[in-house]
């Protein structure tokens, strides 16, 4: 996918600056111009994608030709950007990667394509699961990704929580902009690409997350079929080598279809008596022996050599101890550095 971009600035030193932050983002190409006539002439002869533009370039309004977006670079100083109202605007002076969020955001919603959904560009979808609460489920999915990243993987983190628990250490941002629009625009081709990039974010150790869930209606309104679309579609886009996918703890039609897509499954169990007599229910449920063989665990909350128990028959790929009540991004640090999990299983 490449987006072609013109953008025009009368202040050259910050359109340098725009430009050469937004040159490493690999699907724009990037034209700048400091000039009416000059940006006029080009969307003479030229098709762009989109046109960011200072609206004070030119005293008079500019036409653009054969632009699917033209969204002005607004500020309170500006003195025609009322000529341009019917324009999307853009906040010019913050950080140029929210300007470009906001941008592919709004071009997504009037692109024209067909989204480059490669198949043969596998991402790997690794679900995180535990039928028992409490047991850290969050904690492990966050280091595990952490892990991953750690060995050269472009990772995004993906909760699929009713309360989305990660955001203690992956910010929400105050706008709806998480899991909720991937999935109102997971029948839109057209657009899902583009609105996957759009509400990416860097989190916790630069590891790249969605917003989850923070309203049950939200949670409880999506369908199996679609999640299971929206989860396919993140996989054939090709943004990220794994999906770390941390699950709820019930088993609703949301779980079923990261099941259904997962390559593999960590199951989370724990030590304890209750812990195990809810961890021998599930191993007895026909939905493990229908997805035993994508299965592995980890044993969490270990202290001193107790691991959690074998009911569960599926590969062990090590355990994680009790570090306490301390910070949750010490914690993930420190199963990093000191607990042994085989990850041989989850790189393949």
Same mark, same amino acid.
């Given at each position: 996918?490449? $987006?072609?971009?013109?953008?025009?600035?009368?202040?050259?030193?910050?359109? *340098?600056?725009?430009? *050469?932050?937004?040159?490493?983002?690999?699907?724009?190409?990037?034209?700048?111009?400091?000039?009416?006539?000059?940006?006029?002439?080009?969307?003479?002869?030229?098709? !762009?994608?989109?046109?960011?533009?200072?609206?004070?370039?030119? *005293?008079?309004?500019?036409? !653009?030709?054969?632009?699917?977006?033209?969204?002005?670079?607004?500020?309170?100083?500006?003195?025609?950007?009322?000529?341009?109202?019917?324009?999307?605007?853009?906040?010019?002076? #913050?950080?140029?990667?929210?300007?470009?969020?906001?941008?592919?955001?709004?071009?997504?919603?009037?692109?024209?394509?067909?989204?480059?959904?490669?198949?043969?560009?596998?991402?790997? $979808?690794?679900?995180?699961?535990?039928?028992?609460?409490?047991?850290?489920?969050?904690?492990?999915?966050?280091?595990?990704?952490?892990?991953?990243?750690?060995?050269?993987?472009?990772?995004? !983190?993906?909760?699929?929580?009713?309360?989305?628990?990660?955001?203690?250490?992956?910010?929400?941002?105050?706008?709806?902009?998480?899991?909720?629009?991937?999935? @109102?625009?997971?029948?839109?081709?057209?657009?899902?690409?583009?609105?996957?990039?759009?509400?990416?974010?860097?989190?916790?150790?630069?590891?790249?997350? $969605?917003?989850?869930? @923070?309203?049950?209606?939200?949670?409880?309104?999506?369908?199996? *079929?679609?999640?299971?679309?929206?989860?396919?579609?993140?996989?054939?886009?090709?943004?990220?080598?794994?999906?770390?996918?941390?699950? #709820?703890?019930?088993?609703?039609?949301?779980?079923?279809?990261? !099941?259904?897509?997962?390559?593999?499954?960590?199951?989370?169990?724990?030590?304890?008596?209750?812990?195990?007599?809810?961890?021998?229910?599930?191993?007895? #449920?026909?939905?493990?022996? @229908?997805?035993?063989?994508?299965?592995?665990?980890?044993?969490?909350?270990?202290?001193?050599?107790?691991?959690?128990?074998?009911?569960?028959?599926?590969?062990?790929?090590?355990?994680?101890?009790?570090?306490?009540?301390?910070?949750?991004?010490?914690?993930?640090?420190?199963?990093?550095?000191?607990?042994?999990?085989?990850?041989?299983?989850?790189?393949?």
């Amino acid at each position: 996918m490449n $987006i072609s971009v013109a953008i025009a600035d009368v202040n050259r030193d910050y359109l *340098e600056r725009l430009v *050469e932050v937004l040159e490493d983002y690999e699907d724009l190409s990037v034209s700048m111009f400091t000039n009416a006539d000059r940006l006029e002439q080009a969307l003479q002869t030229k098709r !762009f994608d989109i046109v960011l533009f200072d609206p004070d370039i030119s *005293e008079k309004k500019i036409s !653009f030709y054969n632009t699917k977006l033209s969204m002005c670079l607004y500020s309170e100083e500006a003195r025609n950007a009322g000529l341009y109202a019917d324009c999307d605007k853009v906040i010019k002076y #913050q950080r140029v990667s929210k300007i470009y969020k906001e941008v592919i955001k709004a071009y997504a919603d009037k692109a024209g394509y067909l989204a480059d959904f490669d198949n043969s560009q596998r991402t790997k $979808i690794l679900a995180v699961y535990s039928p028992i609460g409490g047991c850290g489920k969050t904690t492990i999915a966050l280091a595990l990704a952490n892990k991953l990243s750690a060995y050269g993987k472009n990772v995004l !983190f993906l909760s699929m929580e009713q309360l989305d628990s990660s955001s203690l250490v992956n910010a929400h941002t105050e706008e709806t902009e998480g899991i909720t629009v991937l999935i @109102e625009s997971a029948g839109e081709n057209a657009s899902f690409q583009l609105k996957l990039k759009g509400i990416i974010k860097k989190g916790f150790n630069n590891i790249s997350y $969605i917003e989850g869930f @923070e309203r049950f209606v939200d949670y409880n309104t999506v369908s199996q *079929e679609e999640m299971f679309d929206v989860v396919d579609k993140i996989r054939k886009c090709g943004s990220c080598d794994v999906v770390v996918v941390d699950m #709820q703890s019930s088993m609703d039609g949301i779980g079923k279809a990261v !099941f259904e897509q997962a390559d593999n499954i960590v199951v989370v169990d724990r030590s304890g008596e209750l812990p195990s007599r809810k961890m021998d229910m599930f191993a007895q #449920q026909a939905l493990v022996r @229908e997805y035993a063989g994508k299965m592995c665990k980890i044993s969490n909350l270990v202290e001193g050599n107790v691991k959690a128990s074998n009911i569960l028959s599926v590969p062990d790929i090590g355990s994680v101890h009790n570090y306490g009540n301390q910070p949750l991004k010490n914690i993930i640090q420190l199963i990093s550095a000191k607990d042994t999990i085989d990850m041989s299983l989850l790189m393949k």
